[in-house]
């Protein structure tokens, strides 16, 4: 404890509820209070403080806290205020008077450690709200206010809120949810300048009248005041007089929060009630079926909507609502003026253009997560999406332009094209369905990457490996693209409005007399099941997964592509969902003779493995399937395998009995044998070793 000082008893902090003590400082006056007559100076009880902050023990000062406020209140103490506006002590103030209340701590610390007051001095740290901009300390200060009683609708808010779609929907109950629960009365004013006038006029008395419109308020004063400006210093100056005593009544001082404007827009951008037909344009346009805005407006913008389309009209004012996340900057932390980190939107556009930007907000992220923003990231934007869409539209505009194709002319139906233009046909039809769907969720990332990865596989697989077909002027390719082009732009002009508003004019229009005028006029790609073929879908993954294994073989056997092989073996359970078409597509992309089950390799070459399946073999057998699939487990692997595959059946010896096993009542299981390279001396490619994944 220190020279001096002794503990002389120890007491629960509950006990010392209304101890007086002795003020450390004489330097305000307090007036009289009921209870302790010119002693305001007591313990207080509140749950808010905790020993972990410090000692437990914490002054009050009602003024300059809310919480303060709530106890101080419930103590019936004094609102005592010795700090101005400005935030300095009063000037007749001793020892502190006219300075910054932050500046004044090593003034007061001094003077109790000079009268021997000063037990010690510990300089806790802690959170402290500043400026954002210039980092000076703020202070809470009470002031009068005017307030919305919103308590009173609480019921009906968290009714509305219940109504209510959130994006994500965490915020619904948790962020939103709890702000709703905990509502309190909205204060209305503020004591500044510049705003919308509180309409409210007074007299000497206390009278007050609120006034509703320019109308009420000529008729109120006596005076035309149609072509007044609403604003201050202009509806200032109207006078009226009292309608209750016929005093002089003028305008109280403050203004309205701004968010009552933000909060007002559903039925003010229509006038209504004052303006013809706005009760019409309200009608059909409230509520909103949708509105965007980033986190921090929760308890803004959110709710000074949903509470003022709550009071006066007993509905919110929307339906879907959407929560971003916030914009960093690429170091990741908040971009701020002050610290020099901002991207401005314009120079942004125009170095990357505006759908780059657009795009990489909608569709790089979660739209409610927080996200880098920088140079590099919108470039990758453009060099993975934007150019790769363009790069296709050109190269199809070429080679239809230099083929004459005449879109009139009727191509091949689509069952009667080849592979891959049959699946694209597929492929177009399941992006509507998913990217509708995606859509009608606001998710806006999984859209996003959706429409990446298939202008992705349009360009680097559809496209190269149809190229010779397009140089030829086939016209079932040249269809089948331009069909894709066209749903595509569609889907993708949300998004990106600018760039495919260009491919609309100069690629659908020239030769679609009947579609609209713009991408924006055009009708949304309705999903049709009926033309997603999902088994050519799995079959065209499984093809580009082994080719995509193919090349990795080769790379690891230093082959290079041009360098011809007569054949590559792949596991005979995905050679026999290939079709003979995929295998040459397999074949021409690896540049091999041919594709081949890896049981055509021999026993030389392969490890076959069996064991019983047992659902299989337990109808057919019973009891006896563990007796069954131990003699399938012994079995000769390559010789049960070479008989199934040829007979389709194959004969056991169980417990001293010949027994038949069909096919399906065994699997077999086949690996490159250990020791074999990729590639061998033969020149031929040995086989693949494919794991088939739930999708394939």
């Known amino acids: 404890l220190g020279e001096g000082w002794t503990v002389q008893d120890r007491v629960e902090g509950a006990a010392m509820e209304r101890w007086t003590y002795q003020r450390p400082f004489d330097l305000v006056e307090f007036p009289d209070i009921a209870e302790f007559p010119g002693h305001a100076h007591f313990v207080v009880l509140a749950d808010y403080v905790t020993t972990e902050d410090g000692t437990g023990l914490v002054h009050q000062s009602p003024a300059f806290g809310e919480d303060d406020m709530v106890v101080c209140r419930a103590y019936g103490l004094p609102v005592v205020v010795p700090v101005g506006p400005d935030g300095r002590f009063t000037d007749d103030l001793p020892l502190v008077g006219g300075q910054f209340f932050k500046h004044a701590d090593a003034d007061l610390v001094a003077d109790l450690d000079r009268r021997g007051l000063l037990f010690r001095h510990v300089p806790y740290e802690h959170s402290y709200p500043h400026c954002w901009r210039c980092h000076t300390p703020l202070m809470y200060y009470a002031q009068p206010s005017w307030y919305v009683r919103t308590t009173q609708v609480k019921d009906a808010l968290l009714r509305e809120n219940e109504k209510t779609n959130w994006f994500p929907d965490t915020i619904k109950w948790g962020r939103y949810g709890d702000w709703l629960h905990h509502n309190i009365d909205w204060a209305l004013s503020r004591t500044r300048y510049w705003g919308t006038p509180l309409p409210i006029w007074r007299c000497a008395e206390g009278h007050q009248t609120c006034v509703g419109s320019l109308a009420e308020l000529s008729a109120l004063s006596g005076t035309d005041q149609s072509g007044l400006d609403p604003h201050r210093p202009y509806v200032d100056a109207v006078t009226l ?17 701004a968010w009552f404007d933000s909060g007002s827009m559903p039925f003010a951008q229509w006038g209504f009630p004052h303006l013809p037909g706005s009760a019409e344009r309200l009608e059909r346009a409230y ?28 509905e919110s004012s929307y339906r879907n609502v959407l ?65 790769t869409y363009w790069n296709t539209v050109a190269f199809h505009v070429l080679y239809a332009r230099t083929a004459g194709w005449d879109p009139s002319v009727p191509a091949p139906a689509v069952e009667d094209r080849p592979v891959l233009d049959r699946w694209l046909h597929s492929e177009t039809a399941r992006l509507v369905r998913l990217v509708t769907e995606a859509m009608d969720r606001f998710d806006t990332q999984r859209a996003g990457s959706l429409l990446a990865d298939f202008v992705d596989d349009l360009s680097n697989w559809y496209v ?56 924006h006029l055009a009708a949304w790609p309705q999903p049709d099941q009926a033309a997603e073929d999902a088994d050519l879908s799995v079959a065209v ?115 001293g009995e010949q027994v038949e096993v069909l096919t399906d009542e065994v699997i077999i299981s086949e690996r490159p044998r250990e020791g074999w390279s990729v590639v061998n001396e033969q020149g031929e490619t040995v086989a693949l070793d494919l794991e088939l994944t739930p999708e394939l």
């Not at 016929?246 to 001082?253: K, L, N, T």
């Not at 909103?288 to 009209?313: H, K, N, P, S």
């Not at 780059?356 to 060099?383: C, D, K, L, N, Y």
């Open 241 to 257: 007089d009292c309608p209750d005593c016929g005093e002089e009544s003028r305008r109280v001082p403050e203004v309205i929060d």
């Open 287 to 314: 509520p909103a079926d949708f509105i965007c805005e980033a986190i921090d407006q929760t308890r803004g913008w959110f709710y000074t909507l949903m509470a003022i389309g709550t009071l006066v009209f007993d």
């Open 541 to 655: 993954s499984l093809a580009r997964r082994l080719v995509e294994l193919g090349r990795a073989a080769r790379a690891d056997a230093q082959v290079r592509t041009r360098q011809p092989l007569s054949r590559l073996l792949v596991a005979t359970s995905a050679h026999g969902r290939l079709s003979e078409e995929l295998r040459r597509e397999i074949a021409e992309e690896l540049n091999v003779g041919s594709v081949e089950p890896l049981s055509a390799a021999g026993a030389d070459l392969v490890d076959f493995s069996a064991k019983g399946n047992f659902r299989a073999l337990g109808r057919r057998f019973g009891k006896q399937t563990p007796r069954v699939a131990a003699a399938v487990a012994a079995a000769e692997a390559g010789a049960l395998a070479a008989a199934l595959g040829s007979e389709g059946r194959a004969m056991l010896l169980v417990d």
């Open 323 to 387: 929560c971003l996340g916030h914009i960093l900057a690429e170091d990741g932390r908040k971009m701020s003026k002050h610290l020099g980190n901002i991207l401005e939107p314009m120079p942004l556009m125009e170095q990357h253009g505006a759908d780059a930007v657009r795009w990489f907000m909608a569709a790089s992220g979660s739209p409610w997560a927080a996200r880098r923003v920088g140079h590099a990231s919108i470039q990758e934007t453009v060099r993975k999406v934007l150019l």
């Open 464 to 519: 190269r490996r149809s190229r010779r077909r397009f140089w030829d002027g086939d016209p079932a390719a040249l269809a089948t693209l331009h069909h894709t082009l066209d749903t595509l732009t569609r889907l993708m002009a949300p998004v990106v409005p600018f760039i495919t508003e260009q491919v609309w004019q100069d690629v659908v229009r020239p030769v679609d007399g009947s579609a609209p005028e713009s991408v």
